[in-house]
């Protein structure tokens, strides 16, 4: 009977040792997560990043670790997804689990967290649903807004040929005429050049471009509690958004007086319409905040990004005067020199179209992406990732991926023609984000941007200030998006 006891007694000593080393195990592997390098108190990875280029240090940390791992921006937890497989995995594969917007201090201050942007969960999902409905209704994907982009070309070649050949810095010209498109759908109306409320507005826009570039507003996404005190350019950034946002709000006030329920006129009337219908909810989403920073999402974004694209292209084509006259060849085949182009001569002109995107590949404006973060607890890979983590899905190395685009440091159109010249597509194409919160405009930049490059190429030939040798065209990079290095072009007409 001893005996027995004993053997008892051993018998349930080892499989309580099981059941405990199962549940550490179980444990232990459910709370591995990402990896990454040691990280500093309250300064994070600071030491082994890069404010200057954090596109350079994460594909360093990359090299390390693999395509998954963690970092510290200051305090904030950060995931980086690096490269094309574990991007698709988490934006398209498990799109519902990484459709979380994660906000950086800087985004979070710019924006307040709200607006289509930089809100998540159930306000997002509304805005967005009720964003994509009504810019459609306003002609966004339609020939109505074709024809919006192909009226505003025309203005725009106007207002070169007025230059008489001088050079002259593109920026301006070209974010007047981007701009327009969106404050049509938005404000309803397009306005003059020559407008000193909005050449003001194009002015602050300018600026951030530039101020986006200091240490002190890279620093912010370390730091936002310290850099919120310290004076800098980053301050100055964030006074010029919200005098934006103050333009913006002033031209709700004025719809809000001249509304006709009956025969909304733009975007800004069809949510004013829809925060009445929702007068009674408590918890509607549909509001006056929400309406501004919604308005200034679309209005930055709608502007910046494709006249930005519009800049680069420009110096790039400055560079290489052999692909200006490929598409000029193309141009005069297709087109002619009489009538305005439009969509429809796109997929008749395979290098005019390999052109553009390989100035989009090429520029990678949003290096890092926008931030995304997890809505709940999530298993990715063999890791796991807690609810709300922060997580940068990075574009720069899908676009610059070396098997895909054979020297992604150089700029060539061969990495979107077949052997037979014609156009060649690629799934590692993503300059818009992919997945749940692909830009919202990725169809009217893209029209915006073959359309006005187009009708500039038709009509003029770029001639540089300095030897096309001697101009670089590699970006200067931050940590929010890649703008190009000024420069002067003349404008010679064909």
């Known amino acids: 009977m001893e005996l027995l006891g004993m053997t008892t007694i051993f018998l349930l000593v080892c499989i309580a040792c099981l059941l405990l080393f ?20 309250i300064a994070g990875n600071i030491l082994q990043l890069n404010p200057w280029n954090l596109p350079k240090s994460l594909k360093k940390l990359s090299e390390k670790y693999g395509p998954v791992f963690t970092i510290y921006l200051g305090p904030q937890k950060v995931v980086v997804l690096y490269g094309y497989d574990v991007v698709k995995e988490a934006l398209i594969d498990q799109a519902d689990d990484f459709s979380g917007r994660g906000n950086l201090p800087l985004l979070k201050k710019l924006f307040q967290g709200t607006g ?10 509304q805005l967005r649903r009720f964003t994509l409905t009504t810019l459609r209704d306003f002609g966004m994907g339609k020939k109505s807004i074709e024809e919006r982009i192909q009226e505003e070309a025309n203005f725009l070649v106007e207002r070169i040929k007025n230059t008489h050949e001088r050079p002259l810095n593109p920026n301006h010209f070209l974010v007047h005429a981007v701009s327009n498109i969106i404050c049509s759908i938005i404000f309803g109306d397009r306005f003059d050049y020559e407008d000193k409320k909005f050449l003001t507005l194009i002015e602050l826009l300018d600026e951030n471009n530039h101020l986006q570039n200091s240490i002190q507003t890279q620093l912010y996404n370390f730091f936002p509690t310290v850099m919120e005190y310290l004076p800098g350019p980053h301050q100055k950034l964030i006074k010029n958004t919200e005098m934006v946002n103050q333009f913006t709000l002033e031209i709700i006030a004025e719809h809000q007086g001249t509304l006709d329920p009956s025969c909304p006129r733009d975007f800004i009337d069809a949510f004013l319409n829809k925060m009445e219908q929702e007068k009674g909810n408590g918890h509607s989403e549909f509001t006056v905040d929400t309406l501004s920073r919604t308005t200034l999402d679309l209005f930055l974004a709608g502007t910046g990004t494709t006249s930005t694209t519009l800049r680069h292209a420009l110096v790039i084509l400055l560079k290489y005067p052999e692909i200006v006259e490929k598409i000029q060849k193309e141009i005069d085949c297709v087109i002619g020199r009489n009538r305005s182009p439009c969509m429809a001569d796109r997929s008749q002109m395979p290098y005019t179209d390999a052109v553009v995107h390989e100035i989009q590949r090429f520029i990678d404006f949003l290096p ?9 607890d999530t298993k990715f890979r063999d890791y796991f990732i807690p609810k709300d983590t922060v997580i940068l899905p990075m574009l720069s190395p899908i676009l610059h991926d070396s098997k895909e685009f054979p020297n992604p440091e150089k700029f060539d159109p061969g990495h979107f023609l077949n052997a037979n010249d014609t156009f060649k597509k690629s799934d590692y194409f993503m300059p818009f984000s992919t997945g749940k919160r692909i830009c919202a405009g990725e169809g009217l930049a893209r029209m915006e941007i073959f359309i006005f490059l187009t009708a500039i190429l038709q009509n003029f030939t770029l001639k540089p200030v300095v030897d096309h040798k001697d101009i670089d065209i590699s970006p200067l990079v931050s940590t929010l998006a890649n703008i190009p290095r000024p420069y002067e072009v003349s404008f010679i007409p064909r």
């Open 22 to 41: 199962a549940s550490w195990r179980t444990t232990s592997q459910k709370e591995k997560q990402p990896p990454g390098p040691i990280t500093l108190p």
């Open 368 to 376: 890092l992406n926008l931030p995304h973060a997890v809505i709940k």
């Open 116 to 125: 289509i942007v930089t809100s998540s969960g159930e306000t997002w999902k």
